[in-house]
């Protein structure tokens, strides 16, 4: 009569074995896992500072030509900036922009229209209102901005005819 074995003979090892070949397969994927959340999130950061940088300068620029095209005249202001929108009455200013730090800001400093989103880091490079040399009430508006979490800019740019009235340039 033969004793009975338990059927593992020449197996103890193989435990140690497949975790050597295991364990480098696993530490792999698991690199290659935090290198593509880290490479998603730093995508993701960057399209949304982008698409920010995009937005807030569209909103802001909208603003600027609103303000140009209900204009009569544009005369440039002492923050360096540009006064739009003459009250009627009175014929003070009632828009005034200027660049102050990298932010475009409306009649007062503690009003800045752009940089509300630190993600985006917008800041202002370029805001210039020219008149046309040739066409008179005709304004040439361009604003550039970067965002300093890419690096990328965003110009826009438009030709305004201003309105007549009765304070309008011939």
Known sequence: MRPETSGRRGESGIILTELAVSLPIFVLLLTFLAFASAWGWRTYRQQAADAELHQEMQIVFARVVESALL??????????????????????PLDRYW????????????????????????????????????????????????????????????????????????
């Open 71 to 92: 204009s009569d005249r544009i005369g440039k202001s002492w923050q360096n900036g540009y006064e739009m929108r003459r009250n009627l009455l009175t014929g003070r």
């Open 99 to 170: 660049v102050d730090e990298g932010q475009l800001v409306l009649n007062h400093g503690s009003f800045p229209l752009t940089g509300a989103f630190a993600g985006a880091g917008v800041h202002i490079s370029e805001f210039v209102v020219e008149e046309d040399a040739v066409l008179p009430r005709l304004y040439h508006i361009r604003m550039t901005g970067e965002s300093t979490v890419t690096g990328h800019t965003c110009t826009l740019a438009t030709a305004v005819y201003l309105r007549e009235g009765k304070d309008a340039r011939p």
